[in-house]
């Protein structure tokens, strides 16, 4: 409909990325090809750049251009705790609480029969290779697994799955709370979040 | 925030993208990272490509990536009147209401005191040399000209400036109408909007 070879492949090429319609893609595209500096070449250059040196941490499988991500290679961190999450974004968000200061691993999704995605399509055999080189001794002990997925049906389903494969290796697992967020008013919540809010009350 | 230098390199580029605010660009960077295939090279080539291949028509400057644009070059078109508009995305709008068979120009962007866009930035002068050559004789007569830009402020400004320009010249000069979308419930219609229905009201 633009009959230009070139924006419509850019407007396609738009319109790939998530949130991004055809009428984004477009709008886009024309605001690109407005520019006048050499904003292209940079995006094209940032696009080719993150391809060729961003890689999976081997251990924790977190993105980073170094041999070993910032978590895995803090010396600072207790070695004994993992905290589980489905993409490296999440760990972004636990770390800038300040709630944990132990290692993580990154499943890269959540157990999604819909999607076809089972526990073969994440990092869940690797992680239980984590805790099982610790008990025999060629690597630190994990003493406890915080589990936080998200709290969907995907997430639900992997936690069930996890703890059925983590159990017996003698490990404290839990998964994050579900509840009220602070500074939200009461009035507002969905009766699920309710429901778990006071059954998972705290006792003063 | 991200610690990896081209992940953040390319959060900043993307974030550069008009409605696309970092929070997003941090989504869309790590939605590139996860794709295992061949995206971030196409979406890079297709960048290039837009800058390397599109350029301004010489005639009425609009993008294209022959020599002159397909409206400039369509034989069937008639050459007598002239549509303003703002940017080469509005011809779009324009050419799929199927209501006007003439050619194009585009001053890419409407004067904007505020912004320090004045008639110079624009292609004016160039709009007024096309209507001159038609009275030298030396191009196709120009009997009309429509003017189809954005109803706000900015649009104003240059219609105002252009019906001053383009006095004593011979020309049928015309903006298009402002009124009561077709389709759309009276009493959602703003003031203005009404009272220029109103005041432009057609005798049945």
Tied chains: 1, 2.
């Excluded at 250059?45 to 978590?71: G, M, Q, W």
């Excluded at 300040?98 to 526990?119: K, Q, T």
């Excluded at 290796?169 to 009766?191: C, M, N, Y």
């Amino acid at each position: 409909m633009l009959h230009i070879g070139a924006l419509e492949k850019l407007v396609h090429e738009l319109s790939r990325l998530p949130g991004i319609g055809p009428k984004t893609a477009q709008r886009l595209a024309y605001f690109i090809l407005k520019t006048n500096n050499d904003y292209p070449e940079h995006l094209s250059e940032a696009l080719l750049r993150v391809k060729a040196e961003i890689h999976e941490c081997p251990r924790c499988f977190n993105y980073t251009d170094s041999d070993l991500c910032r978590y895995c290679e803090d010396a600072h961190r207790a070695d004994d705790s993992i905290c589980v999450v489905e993409e490296p974004a999440d760990i972004m968000r636990i770390e800038s609480s300040g709630a944990f200061r132990g290692r993580y691993h990154v499943l890269h999704g959540a157990i999604s029969p819909l999607e076809g995605i089972g526990p073969q399509e994440l990092k869940i055999k690797e992680l239980i290779e984590r805790i099982d080189e610790g008990i025999k001794g060629n690597g630190p002990v994990i003493k406890e697994v915080i589990l936080a997925l998200d709290a969907d049906l995907e997430g639900d389903t992997t936690i069930l799955y996890l703890a059925k494969q983590l159990q017996g290796k003698g490990l404290k697992l839990s998964r994050i709370a579900h509840g009220v967020p602070i500074g939200s008013d009461i009035d507002f919540i969905d009766d699920r979040t309710m429901g778990r809010a006071l059954q998972n009350r705290v006792e003063l």
